[in-house]
């Protein structure tokens, strides 16, 4: 065991933790503009419910979560900082061209090659917070990381409200394309974390694994030794089978609950902001409370808290537009959706060696991606046409219901996690794991 003490400096750790949240919250804006601008871009491009469903997932997922294994790879082995910038400057560049699309395949086009860049952020984001951060504090560090989910989804939302109507969706685009260009050479020369320097030990061998495959098998056999790392992954895809079908929040509201588009795309930014914000210090600061005394580690206070959010996101949709109850249920989807990433991803990072942190997020966010989000939003949009062609008065209301009440399998799972979490919460078996 050889013992690292090149930890960075606390004001170096500060700072690269705000450039990544800003990062994020950048990434998740442009990613989130499309969802944003809903009843816009399919009126304009005439998109049909599967078409949205299609660009809002699996086309865009679909790239972003296979493109992330190999990018996962590269966050273990070469540049993390670099890694970040090639992705920022492709991505950036491509939500520009977006703004340009005359149709279904011109936007659908730039969205496949977009999940190709944003790929690149977060498995080298985590891995270089977990070099950065101890195992007591990831939980926080990584639910700071993710306060770029309501930020920058909140922010989508306020621009679509406020902007769009005065200079348009397209120019809204290309505005936020170009922002992401100006960050890209601050990002390139960040000095990368020594890996492993947060750890209080780390093996001396086995640092390099020799290729993808090599990775991959790893990985596999840790998974296969630790049913807490395998049931973690399986929750967290379940829980993005809703955040996927939340895509079609925009246009629910405004079809379904009778609300001007630009006028609720303001109030739905500005609750995701406060609520996520305050849901994503929650789940850092809870889950670590919890963690340090409680049996089942952060998994199982995920399990318990959507348990109880779960009854008020499902109500949210059956109550009067407008009502306490209505914004009550919306701001509960909200606290669900931003309390889960840092318990969650940190559990990850805490359940894998160093050498595997990229790869391993980059495998749980493909299953995440390609399972989650992008088959929530494509069964949320084709539901919705079958309901319609089935003369339900509400297709996409009870569409979004059926994918909710698919969190009961989130909440199952996390519980199992917890389980075979307290079997093996000590630090002597937490070492067996990174040694595999």
Excluded at 279 to 296: H, K, M, P
Aim: proline share 4%.
């Amino acid at each position: 065991m050889t013992h690292l003490t090149s930890r960075p400096t606390p004001a170096r750790a500060r700072f690269l933790l705000v450039l990544l949240i800003l990062l994020n919250i950048l990434n998740i804006v442009d990613r989130n503009l499309i969802s944003s601008f809903g009843p816009q871009i399919s009126q304009d491009l005439s998109l049909s419910d599967t078409q949205f469903g299609l660009l809002t997932g699996l086309i865009f997922v679909f790239f972003y979560a296979v493109m992330g294994l190999f990018v996962g790879r590269l966050a273990d082995t070469k540049n993390r900082p670099r890694l970040i910038t090639a992705g920022l400057v492709l991505w950036s560049a491509l939500t520009m061209v977006s703004g340009a699309a005359k149709s279904f395949l011109h936007i659908a086009s730039a969205r496949l090659f977009i999940g190709v860049g944003e790929a690149c952020l977060t498995p080298a984001s985590m891995s270089m917070l977990a070099d950065t951060y101890p195992s007591e504090k990831r939980g926080m560090a990584a639910s700071l990381y993710y306060l770029g989910v309501p930020l920058g989804a909140g922010a989508s939302f306020i621009i679509a409200g406020e902007l769009g109507p005065e200079i348009g969706w397209r120019n809204c685009f290309y505005i936020l394309g170009a922002i992401g260009l100006v960050f890209a050479p601050i990002v390139f020369f960040l000095r990368d974390p020594e890996r492993g320097s947060a750890e209080k030990t780390v093996q001396a061998t086995g640092l390099e694994p020799s290729n993808l495959s090599q990775s991959l098998k790893e990985v596999y056999a840790i998974a296969k030794k630790s049913p807490a790392l395998a049931w973690t992954m399986i929750g967290s895809v379940f829980m993005q089978l809703p955040v996927g079908s939340a895509q079609f929040a925009q246009i629910w509201l405004v079809r379904e609950r009778g609300f001007d588009a630009a006028e609720i795309a303001t109030t739905y930014g500005q609750l995701f902001i406060v609520v996520g914000v305050i849901g994503s210090l929650f789940g850092g600061i809870a889950s670590d409370w919890y963690q340090q005394r409680f049996n089942g580690g952060r998994v199982r206070f995920l399990a318990i808290f959507m348990l109880v959010v779960l009854p008020f996101l499902v109500g949210y949709r059956l109550s009067e537009p407008g009502s306490d109850v209505f914004y009550v249920g919306m701001g509960a989807g909200f606290l669900a959706l931003t309390v889960f990433f840092g318990p969650a991803f940190s559990t990850i990072q805490d359940l894998t060696p160093p050498h595997l942190r990229g790869v391993t997020t980059a495998i749980l966010l493909l299953f995440m991606n390609l399972i989650g989000l992008g088959l929530g939003a494509v069964i949320a949009g084709v539901l919705s046409d079958l309901f319609q062609t089935m003369g339900f008065s509400e297709p996409l209301t009870w569409s979004l219901i059926c994918i909710d009440l698919l969190g009961l399998f989130t909440i199952v799972s996390f519980f199992i996690a917890s389980i075979y979490w307290a079997r093996q919460n000590n630090s002597e078996n937490i070492d067996k794991l990174s040694s595999v």
